[in-house]
């Protein structure tokens, strides 16, 4: 199937890493849930900025340094209207959603959690938003509370509306989009209802964040956190999101040079936010390639990314679905860019290997999610996840890749 792209040029030619004849030439990559791959306006100004603008940020007294600073600072500015957060004081530089998660639990966990609160997540989470909370659990004694998974793989509303019930809930922090399958969560409407019941809500939009626009004000959460990676930019940076008056009441997280205004061996005061959040040095050169990535994805539309993968949503479901020992990982009422399967007699490493001898790149393993996946009685699916590069040409390879790889495992006669 070829795919007429809405009058615009396909994007992958703004992608060096698909240049036909570069060292990946041909290459069929369906594994941007993992990382995605980055065009060359990111790698571009990322190198521009070492060979150009660099040097360390607020607190160079020469020009360089004030230049810097003003690009980072303004990719902050950017980050704001990118989520259309109220101002850019609610965003904070992280290293990824990891440490964002991280730092929710960490920070405002330990200043506002006590034993007997508890905290409610979705049976869908990445390991970086169960494992934090595992800690607070086992070092100051909250409970951890799962929402559980709805038989069509989407998440079980009246669990999650009965986990609410006693108002012991302080926190929910769920995925907006789970890595491991593609559900999509209806998480405006588990925010609203998580507020009503007096929790504070966080958001892991990991994957989220490429397919679709955020909004933190219309959704009214409290915390929003992705990774710059898999939004087609570096690696090493990302954001977390967070509502200026909870912000506020919350301590540091790491400390050091750049989030104090005063030292003295007796006390310290910390800046204000977000600046109380960022100690050290940041990932400078990531977050102008994040700028980038944002101007880059701004500057295809929302409506071209979603629209295309809508077209590359329903081809993949189709292809798929005629595929025999093929079973698709159920992702409730609404799928974003990830097709997570079994094929009968293959285990996920082997077809993941095979693949990649027909060039075509997915994942294969649990995806960090090992408890989802032990819901449904497995340990490693393989993963074939979208970016805005793909082409219903990719998914092809994929299909005539899964079935070579069924016949070299199909049973020989003797
Ligand atoms: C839903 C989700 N949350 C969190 C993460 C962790 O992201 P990172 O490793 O970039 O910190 C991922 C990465 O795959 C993810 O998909």
């Given at each position: 199937m ?6 615009r ?11 036909p004849?570069?060292?990946?030439a ?11 791959q980055k ?11 070492y ?23 303004g990719?902050?500015?950017q980050?704001?209207?990118f989520l ?5 004081q ?7 959603a ?13 200043a ?22 595992q ?9 951890l509370r ?9 998440i ?16 929910a922090?769920f ?9 999509v969560?209806?998480v ?9 019941a007096?929790?504070l809500?966080?958001?892991d ?8 626009p ?6 009214d959460?409290?915390f929003?956190?992705?990774?710059a990676?898999?939004?087609y ?17 919350m301590p540091?997280?790491q400390?050091?040079?750049d ?15 977000p600046q109380r959040?960022e100690?050290?040095?940041p ?9 980038a990535?944002?101007?880059y994805v701004?500057?295809?539309g ?24 093929l079973?698709l ?6 799928r974003?860019?990830?097709f ?9 490493h ?8 027909h ?7 649990s995806?960090?999610?090992q ?5 449904f009685?497995l ?7 979208l970016?805005l590069?793909?082409e219903?040409e ?9 079935r070579?790889?069924?016949?070299m ?6």
């Open positions: 070829s795919l007429i792209l809405h009058n040029p396909h994007p992958k030619a703004d992608f060096p890493i698909f240049d004849q570069g060292p990946n041909g290459l069929a990559y369906l594994d941007s849930g993992a990382s995605a065009p060359a306006s990111v790698i571009e100004a990322v190198s521009q900025f060979a150009t603008g660099y040097a360390n940020i607020h607190r160079g007294v020469y020009k360089l340094s004030a230049t810097a600073t003003d690009a980072y600072e990719v902050r500015v980050v704001a209207k259309n957060a109220a101002s850019e609610e965003i904070i530089f992280v290293r990824g990891t440490e964002g998660l991280n730092l929710i639990a960490h920070s405002w966990g330990r506002h959690l006590k034993a007997g609160d508890a905290v409610l997540i979705s049976a869908m989470e990445h390991h970086a938003n169960i494992i934090p909370w800690i607070l659990r086992d070092q100051i004694g909250i409970e799962v929402a559980a998974l709805a038989a069509d793989g989407g079980d509303r009246a669990d999650f509306t009965a986990k609410l019930a006693d108002g012991k809930v302080k926190l922090s995925t907006h989009i789970a890595n491991a399958t593609g559900a969560l209806p405006a409407e588990l925010v609203a209802e998580a507020k009503a007096g929790a809500v966080a958001i939009g990991c994957q989220a964040i490429p397919h679709r955020v909004d933190v004000q219309a959704l959460c409290d929003y956190v992705f990774s990676h898999k939004l930019g570096p690696t090493g940076t990302g954001i977390l999101y967070g509502r200026l008056s909870v912000l506020e009441g540091p997280y400390t050091g040079g989030m104090v205004a005063t030292v003295r061996f007796d006390k310290t005061e910390f800046l204000e936010p959040f100690a050290g040095t990932d400078i050169a990531g977050v102008i390639g994040l700028g990535a944002i101007d701004q500057s295809l929302w409506a071209w990314i979603e629209e295309h993968e809508k077209i590359l949503l329903a081809y993949g479901e189709s292809v798929l679905s005629k595929v025999p020992g079973t990982l159920p992702a409730g009422p609404e974003a860019g990830i997570s399967f079994t094929v009968d007699g293959v285990h996920p082997d077809l993941g290997t095979i693949l990649d001898h060039n075509v790149a997915i994942r294969a393993g995806h960090c999610a408890p989802l996946l032990n819901e009685g340990t490693a699916t393989a993963r074939a996840s970016g590069y793909n219903p990719d998914l092809d390879r994929l299909v005539e890749a899964i070579a790889a069924q016949r495992f199909a049973p020989k006669r003797a």
